[in-house]
């Protein structure tokens, strides 16, 4: 592992060469994977309180598995170069986020307001459009819509897993998600309600279920998408966008004590004066990890809560000096470790000796997360109990955002000094990368032109032989004489008198000489010659 601290003038205050504080931070990787050929693999986006949001491009080197933790001498350097300018937003950026897609870039303002920069749709390649944001050069190269969410600060946003909702989360307690609708971004669903306090963060079911919310008012809200009614109709239904949410959220605030009392999980905002709590899911949805919880008499934890199993932690975290403030889970699921790894010191005592944790979750693999508190940066993961690795004395100011490489390997973190710090992991140094399988599906049938068959030799004939038809013998039917009667015609047609049937036939008269040219003339003979 090596950390690195870049001595860059990220967000400086106007007319000043001062450092102002980071808020929010997101990186993307763009698909330009070969640094070798001072090609960018990852486009970083920073905001914070000087009212404008940077873009960075950024090459990260590979961290040695024998490397030291600080190197700040080191031929192999991640290389970062400024990218973009947009000034756009017109206060200061409390949260930055990336779309899954790569898509969009949405930045939550100071002033309710939510600015989604968009890659223009005639440069986005067949729906991919990452690669666009390494070569943005101005603003103008982006398409911008503007969403009117809150009335208040924006504290903290995250998307949905297929980039088309986007839940925000504000000071003036509530909660809204906005959808995307024929290139528009509508507010579908708010709820101001449930919190008696600032929001301070929300977070999206990667499985797109359930929606999680925390205030300073000590409680975590889960919401979950309302079940579609069944309803037998021929006539599909019209969608009008509108999102529904179960009216009942889920609370997350207190558990009962061995006295039978009620203890409260989390801090209060009097513990803890941060502007942030961010939790945040697993990449799988199996666990829902919250912050700045609270753990025995003065000590502070992280829970981890079973998905559907909101009563009681799963697991607690514990043993932090400082409140924690944010979670980040690893994009990547890591392979569960050999049991020989999983062992006790021998030299620690048998009373301070912590049961060797088992995979009580039954799942094939394990996620791993970071957990920023004031001054630290711990990496656990859902197997193990105890971090796997701590970080402390980054940055002079509180940690405030946290990000990781898509492929799991790098973690960038922002402070409020000013400053972001680069953790870079060796190859296999978080573990080996769970490869899911893949799941079966029914084959294809080719089409008849393209299937080849292979070439055979032709075999013995094959004869067959069918038995002779049968004649078949025609035979008259006997008709019984006694049920055949004569029919006689006159039956059938009725008699007609011969002047009924000359009723509608006209008689002629002949005159003297046609009557006389009528009669049979008698021929008298002649003789002609006598014998």
Known sequence: MRVETPQLLWHSETDKNVNTAINGVSLLQSGLLDPTKELYGNVLATGGNSNILHLWKIAFAPAASGSTIFQKHSDNQNKIEHLCSLTRPDCAVHAVSFS?????????????????????????????????????????????????????????????????RLVVGSVDGAMAVCELQEDTWRVVYKNANDHSHYIQGVCYDPTGVYIASMSSDRSVRVFSRKTPKKKKKKVPEINTGKLEMNYRSKEIRRSRNSNGGNKNFFCDEATLNSFVRRLAWTPDGAFLITPAALHGSSGYATLMFARHQYDEPYRILGGLEKPSLVVRPNPKLFELPEPSAIETNENESKENQSPVPSNTSSLPYRSIFAVLTWDSVLIYDTHHRQPLSVIRGLHYAHLMDATWSADGHTLIVCSNDGYLSIINFAEGELGKVFERPVESTPPVAAPVAAALLPPCEPGPVAVLQTRPAKKAKFAVPEVDEELVEPVDPSSVVPKRSADEAMAGVDKLTLTDEEANKKKKKRIQPILLQAS
């Open 100 to 164: 899954p897609d790569g898509l969009h870039l949405a930045a939550g303002l100071s002033s309710g307001t939510i600015l989604i920069w968009s890659v223009p749709h005639n440069k986005r390649g067949n729906g991919n459009g990452r690669h666009f944001w390494c070569g943005v050069t101005r603003e103008q190269d982006l398409m911008v819509r503007v969403v009117q969410v809150a009335t208040d600060n924006i504290t903290d946003l995250c998307w949905s897993a297929d980039s088309q």
